[in-house]
């Protein structure tokens, strides 16, 4: 088994020039995607969450992360927005503590957002509520997040090749490949 950090670094190599952007920021993703995985390994559902502009993003995951011909276990991954059709209405802390009250009582396993968006987006506010959600951020200076460039004329293929990093850890880690800890 080896370390989820040496085994990035090779994953990163193996997909080519191309991705080889990925390497310095390879610290800043170990640790983050680390904890979710942890949390994904132990059962909690993962709700995605994402800006307007990412909304093809958010599909893509939700339509690509659990496709029969991957052969490993299914994940408990689901779009919020698809789940609770409202949430474009939910502004106030009290709507926003009422949304994660029945959260918490949907997934008893326990939860966590991935949010992909930028940062000041209203979604945004949702997902600062927990040190424990995955945060994927545009041009935001949060800690525990990881952070891109939302003028980068390369952002979608970026955002589809740390998407394919991400599934590909899932599977290490769901096979035991990699130490998450």
């Given amino acids: 088994m080896q370390q989820l950090l040496e085994w990035t670094l090779e994953a990163i190599r193996k997909e080519g020039s191309d991705f080889s952007w990925m390497e310095e920021f390879r610290f800043d993703w170990v640790p983050l995607i680390g904890n979710a995985l ?8 993962v709700l ?9 993003f958010g599909r893509y995951i939700v339509s690509h992360i659990n496709r029969p011909e991957l052969n490993r276990p299914f994940v408990p991954f689901y779009p919020l927005q698809g789940n609770f059709p409202n ?6 802390t009290q709507q926003m503590r009422s949304l994660e009250d029945v959260l918490d009582i949907s997934y008893p396993g326990g939860w966590f957002l991935w949010y992909i ?5 209203r979604y945004a506010k949702l997902a600062y509520r927990n ?4 945060l994927w951020l545009f041009d935001g ?22 998407y394919r990093l991400f599934d590909r850890t899932l599977e290490a880690a769901l096979f035991n490949e990699v130490e998450l800890d």
């Fill in 131 to 134: 040190d424990e959600n995955l």
């Fill in 48 to 56: 995605i969450l994402n800006d307007t502009r990412r909304n093809w």
């Fill in 87 to 92: 949430l474009a209405e939910i502004e106030t």
């Fill in 141 to 162: 200076q949060v800690p525990n997040s990881f952070n891109l460039r939302k003028h980068d004329p390369l952002l979608d293929i970026k955002l589809l090749q740390l």
């Fill in 117 to 121: 968006g930028e940062g000041g987006d």
């Fill in 38 to 45: 942890r949390k994904v390994v132990a059962g909690q559902t």
